[in-house]
């Protein structure tokens, strides 16, 4: 299993970032997705999960309304959509998916928010 996200930078507060998690080593049709970020001196947090087929979503309370997290199948990729952003969105935002209850983890991207 293997996830490499990309799309992460320095946005100023209320701009813009989609996030991508290009998968690879599983039937990544098959599983649900999800993105977590942690902060630094937090804990890693849950930001979102989309099911397999796509069609649900659910969202960590502080994320709905601003983010949107989608998949293409075809592509073997998850996105995360990021608008409003605000300072306290700075994190490192990591690609997961559980597969048979073993969670496997990206690297991580950097979203750091500041003017």
């Known amino acids: 299993v293997q996830l490499v996200e990309s799309g992460g930078g320095l946005v100023q507060p209320g701009g813009s970032l989609r996030l991508s998690c290009a998968a690879s080593g599983f039937a990544f049709s098959s599983y649900a997705m999800s993105w977590y970020r942690q902060a630094p001196g937090k804990e890693r947090e849950l930001v979102a999960t989309v099911n397999s087929s796509g069609r649900t979503t659910n969202y960590a309370d502080s994320m709905k309304g601003r983010f949107t997290i989608s998949r293409d199948n075809a592509k073997y990729t998850v996105y995360l959509q990021m608008n409003s952003l605000k300072s306290e969105d700075t994190a490192v935002y990591y690609c997961?998916?559980?597969?048979?209850?073993?969670?496997?983890w990206g690297q991580g991207t950097q979203v750091t928010v500041s003017s």
């Open positions: 997961n998916v559980a597969i048979h209850y073993v969670h496997y």
